[in-house]
């Protein structure tokens, strides 16, 4: 029984976190009149990719979560922990910049040190744990996009 416990317990923490990752940022995401109000790039998805694509960012993360602390030792857990606890405040932060404060120029900042610690995630599972930092790559690849994104937003409604 307590097999079964300590095999489920990764699943369940990987779980739970996706969803109040994606809970607490969704409630941040306040697209109303000031977000349509905003100047936006031709190239910008249509705001209904946004939810998919970070739904599966989210379900990809957490699988990389789980199969990293499965290979971990109990230093690189503690480690994988710690960072991916950082990401997700930096996540939330980033949607509550932009989105309830109404800043896209304090976004833009936040979103270096929100890309830096998914690449920090990748680096620190890619020796013991290789399939889960190309699971990560998505996730990277999505917020050096919306970074893109956020900058050029900025720049088209300017000043902030």
């Known amino acids: 029984m307590q097999q079964a416990r ?28 000031w977000y349509f109000s905003l100047v936006k790039p031709a190239w910008q998805p249509p705001d209904w990719l946004f939810g998919p694509a970070w739904t599966t960012i989210y379900l990809l993360t957490g699988i990389a979560g ?25 996540n939330i932060l980033w949607s509550v910049l932009f989105f309830t404060i109404k800043r896209p120029d304090w976004a833009l900042v936040e979103v270096v040190p929100l890309w830096l610690s998914v690449l920090l ?17 998505p996730y990277l690849a999505w917020v050096g996009f919306a970074g893109y994104l956020n900058w050029t937003i900025v720049k088209l409604n300017a000043p902030f």
């Open 66 to 90: 789980v199969r990293a602390w499965r290979r971990g030792d109990p230093l690189q857990r503690r480690r994988f922990l710690v960072a991916l606890l950082a990401n997700v405040a930096l």
């Open 121 to 137: 995630l990748i680096v620190l599972v890619r020796v013991y744990a290789p399939l889960s930092a190309a699971l990560l790559l």
């Open 6 to 33: 300590s095999t489920k317990q990764p699943i369940v923490v990987a779980v739970i976190l996706a969803v109040v990752t994606g809970m607490v940022g969704g409630l941040a995401t306040d697209i109303g009149p």
